[in-house]
């Protein structure tokens, strides 16, 4: 497989970062995402060129063992009320 560029591998680690959206929300809601300069950018290329590879070979990864408890989280469970009560 050809290798992208960094900055196409490296801007989605940058966006999908926890940091990022936190700090950036109100920003978010009204224009579009802004790329910052981060020092360690080739370090978020690295990391978004192996998200990248996950996203177009999803079909071939091991499946992920999961273990069905019959438990729905509690924040899932409050917006399904909030739904029902609008």
Known sequence: MRVPHPSLTGSPAILHHPEYGARYAANLKRELPRIPFVPEFHQYAKIGAA????????????????QRTGKRPAQLARREDEALER
């Open 51 to 66: 998200l990248m590879q996950l996203h177009i070979d999803y079909e071939q990864q091991k499946e992920y063992p999961l």
